[in-house]
């Protein structure tokens, strides 16, 4: 589960997080047994340059502990534009910036 590394986005994974181990329980007690301990969180868009997302990756390696993929996903612009235009990073032009790698045969 992507998680930026801002503390609105982290307090509302808080919160889901929550919600989700109530309707577990929930689904227990009424003999449907559920093992979602396969899901991971992971720090997307994190800016190490921004003294706040440095702080929240502190606190977010601290409240997920092992369930917090290493390392945070960088924040970059290809991302940020694809989002925007709802498209991958693959279906994106690339920018003008952007370097061209060939194939290695």
Avoid at 14 to 41: K, Q, S
Avoid at 63 to 87: G, V
Wanted: glycine content about 4%; charged content about 20%.
């Amino acid at each position: 589960m992507p998680v930026p590394a801002r503390q609105l986005d982290y307090l509302s994974t808080i919160h889901f997080m929550d919600t989700y181990a109530d309707n577990i329980e929930i689904l227990e007690e009424n003999g449907t047994p559920v093992d979602y301990g396969f899901i991971r969180v992971v720090c997307s868009a994190y800016s190490p340059a921004q003294p706040g997302e440095a702080d929240m990756w502190k606190m977010m390696q601290a409240t997920y502990a092992n369930f917090l993929l290493r390392p945070a996903i960088l924040a970059s612009e290809e991302i940020k534009n694809a989002t925007q235009a709802f498209r991958s990073i693959y279906e994106s032009k690339p920018s003008a910036g952007t370097r061209h790698l060939s194939k290695v045969p």
